[in-house]
């Protein structure tokens, strides 16, 4: 069995499954695109990566079921995704998916890429198998987020034989922003902005995986040592502690609001489907005390 692991000096903060993210608006429902700055398709151009499926957005008029009986059930489901294409207005879902406003209509509702790179740029770098129309349905993607690096495993979908291949990487200083995107399904996208400008827009598991991959990114990383808390606050993880198996990472988070969110985290613990994930979490105020949740705390 290979499970990829960090260097000896290098600590492990995020390891969570991503993939290139999907349309939800109505015009690009399951489609994605890849642009160079003039808005031009490079997948045709990008190296090693094998041929997958050609999108083109659907007009306002444009059923999503092409095909469907003319009586009965068949024309009864095609009428009703009619109403609901209609009460989707110009392409934005509106109510009916719950996406709210899209905050980039001309890249989640218009078009959809999910990478943007001019020629030579770092996103064009990013590998094939994140990409879900193109990878095989037995592999999966995990995003590696450390201290130093952040990478991009290739693994099968396999608890007991994973087989680990790092298929990417570059340093944490090459990337500019990570953002947390609204207008999406279940509320999994987020953007990476690298310092030459490239961007690629990915999707976690769950929000979970979002959020993990996105905190891990801020910069400066957020982390705070336990002397740092309060003594209300060292009680409190000391009771989160009691019951969970020895041997997992505690990782405290100062968040934006003041909250503290901490994390326990066993790295033995890899699942295929989404990662390693959360043993046990909290997020606490000064005192130790649950928290109020405020947008950016988990």
Same mark, same amino acid.
């Given at each position: 069995?290979? @499970?990829?692991?960090?260097?000896?000096?290098?600590?492990?903060? #995020?390891?969570?499954?991503?993939?290139?993210?999907? *349309?939800? #608006?109505?015009?690009?429902?399951?489609?994605?695109?890849?642009?160079?700055?003039?808005?031009?398709?490079?997948? *045709?151009?990008?190296?090693?990566?094998?041929?997958?499926?050609?999108?083109?957005?659907?007009? !306002?008029?444009?059923?999503?079921?092409?095909? +469907?009986?003319?009586?009965?059930?068949?024309?009864?489901?095609?009428? %009703?995704? *009619?109403?609901?294409?209609?009460?989707?207005?110009?392409?934005?879902?509106?109510?009916?998916?719950?996406?709210?406003?899209?905050?980039?209509?001309?890249?989640?509702?218009?078009?959809?890429?999910?990478?943007?790179?001019?020629?030579?740029?770092?996103?064009? %770098?990013?590998?094939?198998?994140? =990409?879900?129309?193109?990878?095989?349905?037995?592999?999966? %993607?995990?995003?590696?987020? %450390?201290?130093?690096?952040?990478?991009?495993?290739?693994?099968?979908?396999?608890?007991?034989?994973?087989? =680990?291949?790092?298929?990417?990487?570059?340093?944490?200083?090459?990337?500019?922003?990570? !953002?947390?995107? /609204?207008?999406?399904?279940? +509320? /999994?996208?987020?953007?990476?902005?690298?310092?030459?400008?490239?961007?690629?827009?990915?999707?976690?598991?769950?929000?979970?995986?979002?959020?993990?991959?996105?905190?891990?990114?801020?910069?400066?990383?957020?982390?705070?040592?336990?002397?740092?808390?309060?003594?209300?606050?060292?009680? #409190?993880?000391? /009771?989160?502690?009691?019951? /969970?198996?020895?041997?997992?990472?505690?990782?405290?988070?100062?968040?934006?609001?003041?909250? $503290?969110? $901490?994390?326990?985290?066993?790295? =033995?613990?890899?699942?295929?489907?989404? +990662? @390693?994930?959360?043993?046990?979490? !909290?997020?606490? =105020?000064?005192?130790?005390?649950?928290?109020?949740?405020?947008?950016?705390? @988990?």
């Amino acid at each position: 069995m290979t @499970i990829w692991q960090p260097d000896p000096d290098e600590t492990l903060i #995020a390891r969570r499954a991503v993939t290139f993210a999907t *349309g939800a #608006a109505t015009p690009v429902s399951g489609m994605r695109w890849f642009r160079d700055t003039e808005r031009r398709d490079i997948q *045709g151009d990008l190296p090693g990566w094998p041929e997958g499926p050609h999108y083109a957005v659907r007009g !306002k008029g444009e059923s999503r079921l092409r095909k +469907g009986g003319k009586f009965g059930a068949g024309l009864l489901l095609v009428a %009703t995704l *009619g109403v609901l294409e209609s009460l989707a207005g110009s392409g934005s879902t509106g109510n009916v998916a719950r996406l709210g406003t899209p905050e980039e209509p001309e890249n989640e509702v218009e078009d959809f890429p999910v990478l943007w790179a001019a020629p030579g740029t770092l996103a064009r %770098t990013l590998p094939w198998q994140l =990409d879900p129309a193109r990878r095989p349905d037995a592999e999966r %993607t995990h995003m590696i987020v %450390t201290d130093r690096r952040v990478l991009v495993l290739g693994l099968l979908d396999d608890k007991d034989d994973p087989n =680990d291949q790092v298929l990417w990487e570059t340093e944490r200083s090459s990337i500019a922003s990570t !953002k947390r995107k /609204k207008f999406s399904k279940s +509320g /999994k996208d987020f953007t990476i902005t690298f310092v030459d400008g490239s961007w690629c827009r990915l999707a976690g598991w769950n929000t979970g995986c979002r959020g993990d991959v996105t905190r891990a990114l801020e910069n400066p990383l957020p982390l705070m040592d336990p002397d740092e808390l309060t003594p209300g606050q060292q009680q #409190a993880v000391r /009771k989160l502690l009691q019951d /969970k198996e020895p041997g997992g990472r505690l990782l405290i988070y100062r968040r934006p609001s003041g909250n $503290v969110f $901490v994390t326990y985290r066993l790295n =033995d613990r890899m699942n295929p489907t989404y +990662g @390693i994930g959360s043993a046990a979490f !909290k997020l606490m =105020d000064s005192t130790g005390e649950n928290a109020k949740f405020q947008e950016g705390d @988990i």
